[in-house]
């Protein structure tokens, strides 16, 4: 489950697109069906990203990341460089989130406030079944000033 803010800025992207066109040609792949196949996704979901930059869920984005030892931050553009320096010992989005609130000195309440999603929203991706949608990902790690590779467990390094 993924709930998505009606305005979402991450539905859709032409930098997303451009971006899996171009791991497709590096990865030496003849066909979507057969980049899908490399980084463990449906080939529906890589046509839809090349043909109109529709940006999947964050497990998905998870899984292309990972396939490929590349960044999250790359992917969604908000960073030109693909290189990711692994965690030493990977987290999880759900500790990584705990971890965050407790250095800020803050609760749920307060990050939904300035976020304007609702409180329940976090109860839901802390019971370690959901993950937010690539806006809310992106917006809680501006909010903690970290990248959304380090939200996610994928690095210790903090900033992207």
Known sequence: ??????????RTSPVFKKRITQLIYRQNCTSKKEFAALVG???PTITRATL???????PVLLTVADALG???EYLLGRSDDDRLTPAEVPA??????????RERN???GEICKKMRFPRTYFYE???EKTFPC???LVAIADYFGVSADYLLGRTDVRRR
Do not use: C
Not at 1 to 10: D, G, H, I, R, V
Not at 92 to 101: P, V
């Open 41 to 43: 996704v449906s080939e």
């Open 134 to 136: 690539a806006d809310y």
């Open 92 to 101: 999880s989005f759900h500790i990584r989130i705990e971890q965050l609130k």
């Open 125 to 127: 991706w802390l019971k």
């Open 70 to 72: 590349i960044s999250v």
């Open 106 to 108: 803050t609760n749920y």
């Open 52 to 58: 109109d930059g529709i940006i999947p869920t964050v």
């Open 1 to 10: 489950m993924s709930k998505s803010p009606e305005n979402a800025l991450y």
